[in-house]
């Protein structure tokens, strides 16, 4: 198993530019997110979904949209990039949100910077 | 909404010593507790979790945790730190979002960074 993959690894976008992170995911796990790791401030959830369709917001959804067609991938996208949203994202999956005791299994990361 | 504390953004050991990366939370009902480790440039790997089987919970790589109620802790320790144990370590609690469903979220802390010196 592959695991949880992301791309791209680095990214620099200019204001205003858009683009889609992408997550996927090979372990079938029904439970996908987004985080961001900004320092000093451990990691916020974004969005998060819980099957394919179906998708919420986190803490900090603002600016970013995303989708769950398949179980296995998760896209985050990027609307209209801020140099605010320079950070590194983590997309983390697990078997089932619904027990609270799930172990989260996270992507390797996409670091990006917005000039 | 639960909250991670984190004492010490910043701990540094000999290799050897103990090593003790020092978590409190907020909760008021018995809480799902995780210790992640984060390698540079890596993502985030479970060391060990607490989902109230047992107060004190074995992790790999020689780490193990204490959930202590009284204290509202759940700190991590290490008999002998190693050089590769140099990394971020964060705790993270689990909690219900979106009430009403059954959805839960990590809230992590704001990360310890364990320097390992020879």
């Known amino acids: 198993n592959a695991g949880v993959t992301q791309t791209p690894k680095f990214q620099v976008l200019k204001t205003g530019q858009s683009m889609t992170l992408q997550c996927a995911q090979d372990m079938n796990h029904e439970y996908m997110s987004w985080y961001r790791q900004d320092p000093g401030m451990g990691l916020r959830l974004i969005h998060y979904s819980v099957g394919a369709g179906i998708t919420d917001q986190g803490e900090v959804p603002n600016g970013y949209n995303v989708s769950r067609s398949t179980t296995e991938d998760f896209p985050l996208r990027l609307l209209s990039a801020a140099p605010s949203q320079t950070s590194v994202y983590f997309c983390?999956?697990?078997?089932?949100?619904?027990?609270?005791?799930?172990?989260?299994?996270f992507g390797p990361g996409t670091r990006l910077t917005v000039l | 909404a639960q909250s991670v504390t984190q004492l010490g953004s910043h701990v540094s050991v000999s290799e050897g010593a103990l090593v003790l990366l020092r978590c409190n939370y907020s909760s008021s009902v018995p809480p799902y507790l995780f210790w992640y480790v984060q390698y540079p440039n890596q993502g985030l790997q479970l060391l060990l979790k607490?989902?109230?089987?047992?107060?004190l919970v074995k992790g790999i790589n020689g780490f193990e945790a204490e959930f202590k109620k009284s204290e509202t802790s759940f700190h991590l320790t290490k008999p002998s730190a190693h050089m590769s144990d140099a990394a971020e370590y964060f705790c993270a609690v689990s909690e219900e979002w979106n009430s009403g469903g059954s959805n839960y979220k990590l809230t992590f802390g704001k990360g310890t960074l364990l320097t390992v010196n020879p």
């Open positions: 607490y989902t109230s089987a047992a107060t």
């Open positions: 983390a999956s697990s078997y089932g949100s619904d027990s609270g005791s799930s172990e989260q299994f």
